[in-house]
């Protein structure tokens, strides 16, 4: 089993950037696929990025690609997603997400997640 906590949102300008990380327990943190989703008000959750066991391979979603970048430290127990050029309807809660796989792919469902964060909140500004 692992716990996760997402830290570092808040408000930023349009076109700024911001870096939230997810702090993950336990020993097992290279088992998981890795994912970064986001929920705004009244609307569902979606795909933001993925990022395979080993970090070898990511994935974003298309409003997000050239702009936001996933990464992962497994010595840390870290992912982080750097977002740059933020956009006004990039603000929503942002959730990280880890998927116990054995293989080396990334998942841009929600639904395959084993585990969820609380969210950390990213609010931009017009």
């Known amino acids: 089993q692992v716990q996760l906590v997402e830290s570092g949102g808040g408000l930023v300008q349009a076109g700024g950037s911001l870096r939230i990380s997810c702090a993950a327990s336990?020993?097992?943190?290279?088992?998981?696929?890795m994912g970064w989703f986001r929920q705004a008000p009244g609307k569902e959750r979606e795909f933001v990025a993925t990022i395979s066991r080993s970090g070898g391979s990511t994935d974003y979603a298309n409003s997000v690609k050239g702009r936001f970048t996933i990464s992962r430290d497994n010595a840390k127990n870290t992912v982080n997603l750097q977002m740059n050029s933020l956009k006004p309807e990039d603000t929503a809660v942002y959730y990280c997400?880890?998927?116990?796989?054995?293989?080396?792919?990334?998942?841009?469902?929600?639904?395959?997640?084993?585990?969820w964060g609380q969210g950390t909140q990213v609010t931009v500004s017009s």
């Open positions: 997400a880890a998927k116990q796989t054995f293989s080396g792919g990334y998942y841009s469902s929600h639904r395959l997640y084993d585990y």
């Open positions: 336990g020993r097992t943190f290279s088992s998981y696929a």
